[in-house]
Nanobody, 125 residues
Framework: VQLVESGGGSVQAGGSLRLTCAAS????????MGWFRQVPGQARESVAA????????YYADTVKGRFTISQDNAKNAVYLQMDSLKPEDTATYYC????????????????????WGRGTQVTVS
């Protein structure tokens, strides 16, 4: 499975961006798609995730109320709508897939995901 992120860019504080994660193949059954972000020199942190079967969504406290994760199964895509962006949201954003749906305790852990994209840069000034 290949995951390709797009939609990153530069935006002023308060602005919006929409990230897209496109998967190379359709996956049957319930999985989990997540978004993580990383700043150079810091650990990769979880942002949001969605269980593709049941539709359960999870968010980090730092983005709750500002970011929205959604999916389009027909397009094998997951989206991250980012509103009210802040300079501290600046990072490289990565898409990830787990072969299984994830629980509230598991979605935020990097090792829960088996496939990763290469990332897209988001800069908020």
């Amino acid at each position: 499975v290949q995951l390709v992120e797009s939609g990153g860019g530069s935006v002023q504080a308060g602005g919006s961006l929409r990230l897209t994660c496109a998967a190379s193949e359709f996956t049957t059954g319930d999985t989990c798609m997540g978004w993580f972000r990383q700043v150079p020199g810091q650990a990769r942190e979880s942002v949001a995730a969605i269980n593709t079967g049941g539709g359960s969504t999870y968010y980090a406290d730092t983005v709750k109320g500002r970011f929205t994760i959604s999916q389009d199964n027909a397009k094998n895509a997951v989206y991250l709508q980012m509103d009210s962006l802040k300079p501290e949201d600046t990072a490289t954003y990565y898409c990830a897939r787990s072969i299984l749906p994830l629980s509230p305790a598991g979605w935020s852990r990097r090792y829960s995901y088996q496939f990763w994209g290469r990332g897209t840069q988001v800069t908020v000034s």
